[in-house]
């Protein structure tokens, strides 16, 4: 029942995408960049789904094409939906080829996604963007760009709301098992509980 998680560091930003499995089945969270990098990493994994824990340009600049090449629908919240048409203009200013990736459907608050035996939980943790989700199984947690740490993510790009993340962090993350393992959208793994006690911009 376990989950296996590779992280892969990709992209200008250094997003970490992950490879999530279990059994044979994997799913792919966050491919911002090196298509090739994470098909490597795939080997003989058979990817089910691809999922964004929002729609910045640096964690879907690789969905088009992992979803054309793996041939599996990728899915997102609805409320990023816009970003991704900002996301273009985002890319462009790091000089990058972006194709915008275009959702086969949404997923929703509380949303069980299978994977193997397991089910990840998505949780709609808005504040960095409209869309942010999490994604949750037993205690595992992966945050997208709305908790790292020691840091929260920025609230000042479009659709961000600082009352929201705070909220959002406080009623949805720090309510979850001290143990629970972070996987955040930037820089090293931390746990719930560390981040009740140290982090400096999200008090429980
Ligand atoms: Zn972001
Ligand atoms: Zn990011």
């Given at each position: 029942?376990?989950?296996?998680?590779?992280?892969?560091?990709?992209?200008?930003?250094?997003?970490?995408?992950?490879?999530?499995?279990?059994?044979?089945?994997?799913?792919?969270?966050?491919?911002?960049?090196?298509?090739e990098r994470i098909?490597?990493?795939?080997?003989?994994?058979?990817?089910?789904?691809?999922?964004?824990?929002?729609?910045?340009?640096?964690?879907?600049?690789?969905?088009?094409?992992?979803?054309?090449?793996?041939?599996?629908?990728?899915?997102?919240h609805r409320r990023?939906?816009?970003?991704?048409?900002?996301?273009?203009?985002?890319?462009?200013?790091?000089?990058?080829?972006?194709?915008?990736?275009?959702?086969?459907?949404?997923?929703?608050?509380?949303?069980e996604i299978e994977?193997?035996?397991?089910?990840?939980?998505?949780?709609?943790?808005?504040?960095?963007?409209?869309?942010?989700?999490?994604?949750?199984?037993?205690?595992?947690?992966?945050?997208?760009?709305?908790?790292?740490?020691?840091?929260?993510?920025?609230?000042?790009?479009?659709?961000?709301?600082?009352?929201?993340?705070?909220?959002?962090?406080?009623?949805?993350?720090?309510?979850?098992?001290?143990?629970?393992?972070?996987?955040?959208?930037?820089?090293?793994?931390?746990?719930?509980?560390?981040?009740?006690?140290?982090?400096?911009?999200?008090?429980?």
């Amino acid at each position: 029942m376990d989950l296996r998680v590779e992280t892969l560091v990709v992209g200008p930003l250094s997003t970490n995408c992950y490879i999530v499995s279990n059994r044979d089945d994997a799913l792919i969270v966050d491919p911002g960049w090196d298509v090739e990098r994470i098909l490597s990493a795939i080997g003989d994994l058979r990817v089910t789904l691809i999922v964004a824990t929002h729609g910045h340009f640096d964690h879907v600049g690789a969905v088009e094409e992992l979803r054309e090449r793996l041939g599996v629908e990728f899915v997102m919240h609805r409320r990023d939906e816009e970003l991704l048409d900002v996301a273009a203009e985002h890319a462009v200013r790091f000089g990058l080829r972006f194709r915008r990736p275009r959702p086969d459907r949404y997923i929703e608050e509380g949303e069980e996604i299978e994977l193997g035996d397991c089910s990840i939980r998505a949780i709609h943790t808005p504040g960095h963007s409209p869309g942010s989700v999490c994604l949750l199984f037993g205690f595992t947690l992966f945050s997208g760009d709305t908790l790292f740490m020691g840091s929260v993510g920025r609230t000042d790009l479009t659709g961000g709301n600082f009352d929201q993340l705070d909220s959002s962090i406080r009623r949805k993350l720090y309510v979850l098992d001290d143990a629970t393992i972070v996987y955040p959208g930037h820089g090293p793994t931390t746990t719930i509980g560390f981040e009740k006690r140290f982090n400096p911009f999200v008090r429980p």
